[in-house]
């Protein structure tokens, strides 16, 4: 998502991981933890200021 | 890291109006049972996992708190300002939204966008509750945000893109409605490796 947000004209694109998130069940947490699944939060700005 | 669907996800027609489905009634579960159980953590504990203000959730309606669904706290970088205009992608059953509408204050103005008829009208009915008159709730999916160009000053949003098999174009769309120097205060989910086509195909995983 960070590359689409500079694809799309976005400036000062930040990701930051957040810590905590997790799946609730066992059977997702795993899985997603397989992959690599992140929760992130992305800032960004809209040039033309 | 990448985005949880792969690109290739965005030309997967036939299955996105099943995906859509398979979203549209978890989060009405969410919404009509929020004492049920999920694959995400929700409601006070998720909020305050995430850092949400404890005042701020003492002060929400129980029904938005108890409905949160979100996997992240957008506020945390939203740097709202009194008089903003906010748009809220995916407003759920209102708490990121009223939490906005209390930092703009009455001369600023939120709109919460969700394609959920059922958490529409909750978060419409929480913002009553809260007294706010500065936020309204529209019908809308990410792909196609009913607001005009250019007139937003921030847009937020709580794990709601990766739910999107277009996600570029959902980028896209932000960028329109945001006026110049607009900023973006996203959580959401990301994976680090390209899932696997089953993974990608099962309905259920998406909602999750």
């Known amino acids: 998502m960070f590359a689409l947000l500079e694809d799309a004209g976005f400036k000062r694109v930040r990701s930051t991981i957040i810590p905590g998130f997790a799946f609730r069940k066992e059977s997702t947490r795993d899985a997603a933890e397989a992959y690599g699944v992140k929760a992130v939060l992305l800032t960004a700005q809209r040039p033309g200021k | ?208």
């Open chain 2, 1 to 208: 890291m990448t985005d949880v669907a792969p690109p290739h996800a965005e030309e997967q027609g036939p299955l996105e109006g099943v995906i859509k489905g398979e979203v549209l009634r978890m989060y009405q579960e969410v919404a009509e049972h929020p004492e049920g159980e999920f694959h995400f953590y929700h409601g006070r504990r998720a909020a305050e996992m995430f850092g949400y203000a404890t005042d701020w959730l003492d002060r929400a309606p129980g029904g938005a708190v108890a409905s949160f669904a979100g996997v992240g706290n957008p506020h945390l970088r939203s740097r709202l300002q009194p008089g903003e205009m906010v748009l809220d992608l995916g407003s759920g059953a209102g708490l990121d939204s009223i939490i906005a509408a209390w930092q703009v204050g009455p001369a600023g103005r939120v709109s919460g966008v969700d394609l959920n008829p059922e958490m529409r009208a909750k978060a419409q009915a929480h913002a009553r509750e809260a007294g706010l008159a500065n936020v309204e709730f529209r019908d809308g999916r990410m792909e196609d945000i009913p607001v005009p160009d250019q007139a937003i000053d921030v847009v937020i949003s709580n794990g709601v893109i990766n739910l999107s098999f277009r996600k570029r174009h959902v980028i896209g769309e932000l960028f329109r409605v945001l006026g110049a120097g607009g900023r973006i205060a996203i959580t959401d989910i990301v994976s680090a490796k390209p899932l696997s086509q089953s993974i990608v195909s099962d309905p259920k995983l998406w909602a999750s």
